[in-house]
């Protein structure tokens, strides 16, 4: 049972409702011991950081920054916040000190909570330049203080600020200011700010995305009514919650009562996985882009007969659930009867190795959906709901729906309360309680990002077939070749990310002869096939630079792209001895390459490829 509350007072209104039941499971900093938390105490653990947020003196509708990766310490924040009516403005733990510098500063953020040493560090190196900025207040009690920080205090120390004194506790009271905090919640609106979220910037300056009350409160009441995650569910929290994705799916689970595993160190989610067993999580195309390559390997290097059993298991289990489950076709009974035998044995076993042998569904999106991955995720056993959304829109525009049918390479269904429009140019336009209201301090950008009658410019292109709503590409991304030809850059990626051997891909073709790429291979596997093939290379640099090892590599790319017409394969590929990195400003913060850097970056190499 949904309980869509005001931000304000919902974990308070749930643990009413669920009591000593277990709420979080998380991990401290940089501990292996899983533990757990109830709603009781999630929900008094949420009074004290407001009590103490108003004993810092934040005020209604102030901006406070989070700049950390997930934790409790992060969910108490934001709900503290919201129960004192203030605005949290989420930073990605891992964004730069330019970053940080003109988050805080456009936002005028006075109080900025921090993660571990890494988000210390930088908070303090730009602290002189962000005049408005006050205190670090620290999540990670390890994390080592500078001694001629007089500005930073732990988070435990700050909690301190949210209990009352021996005089008030002899009088029963426990927390000092409750009655104002109650009060503020009283007052609470649904126009109210919620969040500031700024968008990861692949084509310039972060945009303050202002997300408000109501926005989340239509977007769980629309989300209740399709998305089936439920008290018995174990929720793991993958994604950063400064993501929209993820920010959204976590509340939406917290309406609905699940538990929510809380994962600190993304590199770590598939041991977590093996140890907390979650029915649900909600990821991007690539961690299943991920899980596909490392169980074609696993089987690549098993005898014929189990490759051969594999593969069979793997043709009855897309027969089973994508030639008719996805279509509302029921399987013949010969057919269903095989894919029980094959799903209880084979399946079973891979979903184990993952960790999900309890999985119920789980949420996708973030970019362009592989469909051999989408079929193979599907064909195991697993249901991957697939959607479309942005910030602006608060995460979901569209979902497929866990039961019913749906195309893959589709991206479901609009929920409720959104309409789309498709302009002339192919634009995808939207409308509804659940699109945001401008971007922060930009009243220009906002101007521009509406039609005139009112509907938000998505700027990605696509179409509605049989009620269903399929992405093309970003409007922005597509590629004109010098031969007239138009290009879908990401498209093409996505089919090469496939390969075992591809970590990144960025696809160059805008005012090119033909297209061609920058691929960052998997060095591990790169090198083991060296050595296996008596290779000799001192150095990343050669082994890149290799014929032998580009003739390998020419060979997979082409067998890749053989679906695709003539003038989108690639024709030319440079193997690059080092990962595109945020610090060269390459990367966003979720990972997204910037494709007008890495055309600076790498411009000799680039030119390279196309010299007569």
């Given at each position: 049972m949904q309980i869509n509350s005001h931000l304000s007072v919902l974990v308070h209104d749930q643990a009413r409702r669920l009591g000593d039941r277990e709420a979080l499971i998380y991990r401290d900093f940089g501990s292996r011991e899983w533990k757990s938390c109830s709603w009781n105490q999630f929900s008094e653990k949420v009074k004290q950081v407001s009590n103490a947020m108003l004993n810092l003196g934040i005020r209604v509708q102030e901006n406070v920054g989070i700049f950390s990766q997930n934790s409790v310490q992060y969910l108490f924040c934001d709900f503290g916040a919201w129960g004192i009516r203030a605005v949290t403005i989420p930073f990605y733990a891992t964004s730069s000190e330019q970053q940080i510098q003109f988050m805080v500063n456009d936002a005028k953020i006075r109080f900025l909570f921090v993660g571990e040493q890494d988000q210390y560090?930088?908070?303090?190196?730009?602290?002189?330049?962000?005049?408005?900025?006050?205190?670090?207040?620290?999540?990670?009690?390890?994390?080592?203080?500078?001694?001629h920080d007089p500005n930073a205090m732990y988070f435990d120390d700050f909690l301190k600020l949210g209990e009352c004194s021996a005089e008030g506790r002899s009088q029963g009271q426990s927390l000092p200011r409750q009655t104002e905090v109650e009060a503020l919640q009283q007052q609470a609106s649904m126009d109210d700010i919620a969040n500031i979220l700024y968008t990861s910037g692949t084509t310039g300056d972060s945009k303050g995305v202002i997300l408000t009350m109501g926005q989340y409160h239509a977007a769980m009441e629309a989300n209740n009514k399709c998305v089936p995650v439920g008290e018995?569910?174990?929720?793991?929290?993958?994604?950063?919650?400064?993501?929209?994705?993820?920010?959204?799916?976590?509340?939406?689970?917290?309406?609905?009562?699940?538990?929510?595993?809380?994962?600190?160190?993304?590199?770590?989610?598939?041991?977590?996985?093996?140890?907390t067993h979650p029915t649900c999580m909600s990821s991007v195309p690539r961690f299943w882009e991920k899980v596909y390559m490392g169980v074609m390997e696993k089987i690549e290097g098993s005898s014929a007969v189990q490759r051969k059993m594999f593969k069979h298991a793997l043709a009855v289990g897309k027969k089973h659930n994508i030639d008719y489950l996805s279509k509302g076709k029921r399987p013949p009974m010969a057919l269903h009867m095989e894919y029980e035998m094959i799903n209880k044995t084979i399946f079973s076993l891979v979903r184990k190795e993952l960790g999900l042998q309890n999985a119920h569904f789980f949420p996708t999106a973030g970019a362009t959906v592989n469909p051999v991955v989408e079929e193979f995720v599907h064909s195991i056993g697993i249901n991957m709901v697939v959607g479309y959304g942005l910030t602006e829109s608060l995460a979901t525009v569209s979902c497929n729906h866990l039961g019913d049918p749906f195309t893959v390479g589709g991206v479901g269904i609009p929920i409720e309360g959104i309409s789309i429009?498709?302009?002339?140019?192919?634009?995808?336009?939207?409308?509804?309680?659940?699109?945001?209201?401008?971007?922060?301090?930009?009243?220009?950008?906002?101007k521009a990002a509406f039609t005139e009658d009112g509907y938000f410019r998505t700027g990605d292109s696509g179409y509605l077939e049989n009620g269903e709503l399929f992405l093309k590409e970003r409007i922005k991304d597509l590629f004109k070749t010098s031969n007239g030809k138009y290009i879908a850059p990401q498209m093409i990626e996505s089919k090469l990310l496939v390969d075992k051997y591809i970590d990144q891909v960025c696809i160059i073709a805008d005012q090119r002869k033909f297209v061609s790429a920058l691929i960052i291979p998997v060095y591990s596997l790169l090198e083991q096939y060296a050595r296996d093939h008596a290779i000799g290379f001192q150095n990343r640099e050669e082994l890149c630079a290799n014929e032998q090892i580009n003739q390998m590599m020419k060979e997979r790319i082409d067998t890749l792209q053989q679906q695709l017409a003539h003038y989108e394969q690639v024709k030319r590929f440079t193997l690059l001895p080092h990962h595109f990195s945020m610090e060269r400003g390459e990367l966003t913060n979720t990972l997204k390459i910037k494709r007008r850097v890495l055309n600076e970056n790498y411009k000799k190499e680039i030119d390279k490829m196309y010299e007569e």
């Open positions: 560090d930088k908070a303090r190196r730009v602290f002189s330049t962000c005049h408005t900025l006050e205190r670090i207040i620290i999540f990670d009690r390890g994390v080592r203080i500078s001694t018995d569910d174990r929720v793991l929290n993958f994604l950063p919650f400064t993501h929209i994705f993820e920010k959204g799916w976590k509340i939406l689970c917290i309406t609905e009562g699940a538990r929510l595993i809380v994962n600190t160190y993304p590199q770590e989610v598939q041991q977590t996985m093996r140890e429009k498709i302009s002339d140019e192919g634009e995808i336009l939207l409308k509804g309680p659940t699109i945001t209201r401008g971007y922060y301090n930009r009243d220009d950008l906002t």
